[in-house]
T-cell receptor, first 113, second 112 residues
Framework: AQSVSQHNHHVILSEAASLELGCNYS??????LFWYVQYPGQHLQLLLK??????LVKGIKGFEAEFIKSKFSFNLRKPSVQWSDTAEYFC???????????FGQGTTLQVKP | AAGVIQSPRHLIKEKRETATLKCYPI?????VYWYQQGPGQDPQFLIS???????DKGSIPDRFSAQQFSDYHSELNMSSLELGDSALYFC???????????FGPGTRLTVT
């Protein structure tokens, strides 16, 4: 069965620090990958997506992610975080055939001003 | 741009009562998904519909049922509510492959 694993459960950074959140998936076939962000008390918003092509994808709010097929990874990065990036971040893959999202455990990012 | 609409946004029910949650997908999206998110947890898939037919089913209790109507809106019916049903319930919609899902604001259900 497909699965997603996020390595960092709780990350604390100071403003302007660089961010990298790890995500690994188990499925070896054609993979679509997503990162969602959930700000406190809000719904999930699509941050960025990978379907095919350039393995370095750019999303909203200065986030980017790199798909590395050989490592089954899709890590999220941001060169300089802001206090407003404080949120929960979820990596997800759609199940083959039906599209239900399989989420990682989530990473809580706390940015200190 | 139009987003996914959910109603109500907040719902307080007592144990053993019934609740109905509604979801209106983004126009031209043919698939609706329901997820449940407990405090501090990742969203858990409940059920999905494609073109008004159930397409997948997750860990949804038998007390819950759902359907998608001809106008593509969906309703999640929850009966014999239990305290453990208290959670955020999200609806998401997408077109078919590659299943790029957009989430609604959620319904926060509190069972007392």
């Amino acid at each position: 069965a497909q699965s997603v694993s996020q390595h960092n459960h709780h990350v604390i950074l100071s403003e302007a620090a660089s961010l990298e959140l790890g995500c690994n998936y188990s499925y070896g076939g054609t993979v679509n990958l997503f990162w969602y962000v959930q700000y406190p008390g809000q719904h999930l918003q699509l941050l960025l997506k990978y379907f095919s092509g350039d393995p370095l994808v750019k999303g909203i709010k200065g986030f980017e992610a790199e798909f590395i097929k050989s490592k089954f990874s899709f890590n999220l990065r941001k060169p300089s975080v802001q206090w407003s990036d404080t949120a929960e971040y979820f990596c997800a893959v759609p199940a083959e055939g039906t599209g239900k999202l399989i989420f990682g455990q989530g990473t809580t990012l706390q940015v200190k001003p | 741009a139009a987003g996914v609409i959910q109603s109500p946004r907040h719902l307080i029910k007592e144990k053993r009562e019934t609740a109905t949650l509604k979801c209106y997908p983004i126009p031209r999206h043919d698939t609706v998904y329901w997820y449940q998110q407990g405090p501090g947890q990742d969203p858990q898939f409940l059920i999905s519909f494609y073109e008004k037919m159930q397409s997948d089913k997750g860990s949804i209790p038998d007390r819950f049922s759902a359907q998608q109507f001809s106008d593509y809106h969906s309703e999640l019916n929850m009966s014999s509510l239990e305290l453990g049903d208290s959670a955020l319930y999200f609806c998401a919609s997408s077109r078919q492959y590659p299943y790029e899902q957009y989430f609604g604001p959620g319904t926060r259900l509190t069972v007392t």
